[in-house]
């Protein structure tokens, strides 16, 4: 099974900021990630697939990067609305599909 | 627009059964493989089962192989999600989600609201 492991667990960063959220696999996914969103009492919204391709409707200040191992997920200019969790998904060697233990974005 | 909506969670003991349901509207149902994704109070997410789009194919996490099935009835646009011998730490919001491809994505682009199972005794 591939380990997902996300970090920092808890990010907190000032309004107009650049907010970094890694995560790394215990082996190569190749690009097979997933960046996920959850506000409290809501389900997951997907952000990100193919460790970079935006979903639909998702602001342009998301962006993804990473391949094999190392992944990052940025908002580059952090709005009051992205206060969230933030699960990355691997989806390269299944089952199990594995999540990451999620970042907590803070508004400063 | 796509709509998934879960039901069936609830209490129940240790050791008893219950059948989570999805109704699933807003796209073509038998044209997307589903997942059951779970989510332990104050936890992260934890997949559980995926099926593929005609139901040919299942696959389930070690942590509920022998005990959860997955199905689905594409007449009635419904995912199912059968759970026997439920244990405590199967306590969870349930959530169905829907696979961005047939089955082969394997990366989930809607979800359910989900639905909240609590075994307790």
């Known amino acids: 099974e591939i380990v997902m492991t996300q970090s920092p667990a808890t990010l907190s960063v000032s309004p107009g900021e650049r907010a970094t959220l890694s995560c790394r696999a215990s082996?190569?996914?190749?690009?097979?990630l997933a960046w996920y969103q959850q506000k409290p009492g809501q389900a997951p919204r997907l952000l990100i697939y193919?460790?970079?391709t935006r979903a639909t409707g998702i602001p342009a200040r998301f962006s993804g990067s990473g391949s094999g191992t190392d992944f990052t997920l940025t908002i580059s200019s952090l709005q009051s609305e992205d206060s969230a969790v933030y699960y990355c998904?691997?989806?390269?060697?299944?089952?199990?599909?594995?999540f990451g233990g999620g970042t907590k974005v803070e508004i400063k | 627009q796509v709509q998934l909506v879960e039901s069936g969670g609830g209490v129940v003991q240790p050791g008893r059964s219950l059948r989570l349901s999805c109704a699933a509207s807003g796209f073509t149902f038998n044209s997307y493989g589903m997942h059951w994704v779970r989510q332990a109070p104050g936890k992260g997410l934890e997949w559980v089962a995926l099926i593929w789009y005609d139901g040919s194919h299942k696959y389930h996490a070690d942590s509920v192989r022998g005990r959860f099935s997955v199905s689905r009835d594409n007449s009635h646009n419904t995912l199912y999600l059968q759970m026997h011998g439920l244990r405590v730490e199967d306590t969870a919001v349930y959530y169905c989600?829907?696979?961005?491809?047939?089955?082969?994505?394997?990366?989930?682009?809607?979800w359910g609201q989900g639905t909240l199972v609590t075994v307790s005794s």
């Open positions: 082996q190569s996914v190749s690009g097979n």
């Open positions: 193919g460790a970079s």
């Open positions: 998904q691997q989806y390269n060697n299944w089952p199990p599909l594995t």
């Open positions: 989600a829907r696979d961005r491809c047939d089955g082969t994505c394997y990366w989930h682009d809607y």
